[in-house]
Each structure stands twice: as structure tokens, then as C-alpha cells.
């Protein structure tokens, strides 16, 4: 038997496959098991590291199919989730919001309701050999609504979702917080802010600079561009993920932001000047002459910035990357994609 046989869910998805990549190597002794229906945002490529790791396996599938997540708490005796399944762009969910409500709501009740099942005989009544087994739920800092021009979101900031996505997930982290109340079922909860880096779907504000700069195509920029987010590297992310559900008290929330504000107009032209230096245009004009504003977004929510000194002063994380060196990272990582692949 494993120590740990960890059900991870959304693993084929940005920040699953970072995590399950950080997650193998540090861990090498756990079990990983992936479940992911692959929608549009999945992508198996995305975890050739560890396809052939003999301690971890993946599963196409869904989590709002309850037989199915049974089938695999028992096959497999779970003792751990950490869930990332989520539908997470907002310009999707103003579209059409069912598929957010139907995953992010409906999935994460299937999931909590299969580990309370498993893992307990009645509330407050863990069975001995799931003592330890934990619950994981991976949420967003858009579940606290938008700030003006100063403010941070603390873990006592109240809810006020703005979008069909923030309210979906809002909804998803208060049914783990019932299953925590009322059942006794260990959980803890992440809210992070946005994340960037390797392997993110390029329907995303950054791969999107990326791709369109790189093509010579109009770079689009909702509003006025001034639009404020905290910008969090993403293995910084899995890093901060891998402290609370190794370390964090049972039934708390911990935020994990990058402190690294920026306008969305900033992280533009920042793209935009590495890429004059990394790859100039042929016509000797800057990147930055292809940016071009767009009507905003409905609901677009002014600004969102983290305190992260929970996480910071109780698990002792840190976020090892500003966002200088990780943008550099990232874009060097996409020009290298690129060269091996004209399809990033």
C-alpha cells in the first residue's frame, strides 16, 4: 500500500498539470491518480513528464459521475483529493454559464460527498484507516468580488461574486465549507490569484499578448487596460497548494497571491518589450504598436489583490518568483514552443 494514494482532480488542465509535474518529483512515494474529462482545456501533452511514472496513473472522466468517482475511491482506497476541476474563464461563463454551474457546483458536491461516504461512518466519525485523509478544494480570489483603487483580499473578506464563473466557484467553496461544518470532513481551501506561466490555455489574457504578438496580430485589451490583477507564477501556485494541504488547519482558508499588481495595459507592454528583445520584428517596429482597444468585458471587475500573509506567516510560503522574472520565464517558454511547433 502507497503512504498516500491522492485523487487529483483537473489534473490535465494549466495548473493541475504544473502541480502534478512539482507534485511527483517532490513526492515520488505518492500515488497519483488523475481524473480529468478533458474538455477543451485539458491537454494530456501537457503531462509527458510523468505519463510513464509508475506511481501515477490518469482517468478519463467526469466528477459529476458519482459511480464513477466511487469506482475509484475503491479500486484505488483514496485517502486525499486535491481538486482543480473547474471551468474557469469568465468570458465563457457570460456566454454560457450551465457548464460552469454543472462542474463547479454539481462536481464538487459529488466529490465531498463521495470522500465523506469513503472516509467516514457518521459525522465527526472518521474511520481509523482515513484519519488523516484530507480534502483539498482549489479556489479564486474573483469569489471576493472586485476593490477599488486600494484594499487587499483577506480570508475575512465577505463574498460578492460578480460573474457566473466567480459565483459558481463561490458556491463550490461554500459547500466544502458545509461539508467541513456539518459532517466533520477535513478540508482546507486555497484562493489564488491569477496565475501565468507554462502550459496555460491560450484563450488566457497572456498567451493571448503572446501568440498574437509573435503572428504580427492586433493584441486586444479590454477597456481602457487599466484594469488591475495580482499576477502569481504558477509554480509558485503549487508550491503554496502543496503547504496547505500538507500543513494547513483543518476547515481554513489560506489565500495565495504573488503580490505583483499590474495593470493589464503594464503586462502588455512588458510582453511586448521582452519580445523586442528576444525576437525583434523584421519591420523594426515594437510589439507594443499592435495593442488595440476592445469594448470591456461585461461585469469587468475593477481590481483584485491579495494578502497573502496568512499563508506567509502560518505555512511559511513564499512566492519565489516577481513578476519580471516569471513573464521572462513564461514568454521564453512559448518562443521555445514555438520554434518546435508553429501551433502554441
Not at 517558454?333 to 514555438?338: A, G, I, M, P, V
Amino acid at each position: 500500500m502507497h503512504k498516500k494514494n491522492i485523487l487529483i482532480t483537473g489534473g490535465a488542465g494549466f495548473i493541475g498539470s504544473n502541480f502534478i509535474s512539482y507534485f511527483t518529483e517532490k513526492y515520488p512515494e505518492y500515488f497519483i491518480i488523475n481524473l480529468d474529462k478533458l474538455t477543451y482545456a485539458g491537454n494530456l501533452a501537457n503531462l509527458e513528464s510523468v505519463k510513464n511514472n509508475k506511481h501515477y496513473t490518469f482517468i478519463h472522466g467526469d466528477i459529476c459521475d458519482s459511480s464513477l468517482l466511487n469506482a475509484i475511491f475503491k479500486k484505488y482506497n483514496i485517502n486525499g483529493v486535491i481538486n482543480f476541476a473547474a471551468e474557469s474563464h469568465v468570458d465563457n461563463s457570460i456566454k454560457s454559464p450551465y457548464q460552469f454551474i454543472k462542474t463547479n457546483i454539481e462536481g464538487t458536491f459529488q466529490l465531498l460527498e463521495t470522500a465523506k461516504n469513503f472516509w467516514m461512518n457518521n459525522p465527526f466519525k472518521v474511520k481509523d484507516e482515513y484519519k488523516n485523509a484530507r480534502f483539498h478544494h482549489v479556489s479564486t480570489d474573483e469569489v471576493y468580488g472586485t476593490l477599488g483603487k486600494s484594499g487587499l483580499f483577506s480570508e475575512t473578506t465577505s463574498y460578492a461574486p460578480n460573474s457566473p464563473y466567480s459565483a459558481s466557484k463561490a458556491s463550490s467553496d461554500f459547500l466544502v465549507r458545509a461539508y467541513s461544518n456539518t459532517f466533520g470532513l477535513e478540508t482546507t481551501i486555497s484562493n489564488c490569484s491569477n496565475n501565468y506561466g507554462p502550459y496555460q490555455h491560450q484563450e488566457k489574457l497572456i498567451p493571448v499578448i503572446i501568440k498574437n504578438a509573435i503572428n504580427l496580430k492586433s493584441i486586444p485589451i479590454y477597456g481602457n487596460g487599466l484594469n488591475v490583477r495580482d499576477w502569481l507564477y504558477v509554480t509558485d501556485h503549487c508550491t503554496g497548494i502543496d503547504k496547505v494541504y500538507h500543513q494547513g488547519k483543518p476547515g481554513e482558508t489560506y489565500n495565495i497571491g504573488g503580490g505583483n499588481e499590474k495593470t493589464n495595459l503594464e503586462v502588455v507592454n512588458i510582453i511586448c518589450r521582452i519580445l523586442d528583445s528576444e525576437m525583434p520584428r523584421k519591420d523594426q517596429k515594437n510589439y507594443s504598436d499592435l495593442i488595440s482597444f476592445v469594448e470591456d468585458r461585461a461585469g469587468h471587475d475593477e481590481r483584485y489583490a491579495i494578502d497573502a500573509s496568512k499563508i506567509e506567516n502560518e505555512l511559511s510560503w513564499r512566492a519565489e518568483e516577481n513578476f519580471e522574472t516569471g513573464i521572462r520565464k513564461t514568454v521564453l517558454w512559448y518562443l521555445n514552443k514555438l520554434s518546435k511547433n508553429s501551433n502554441v
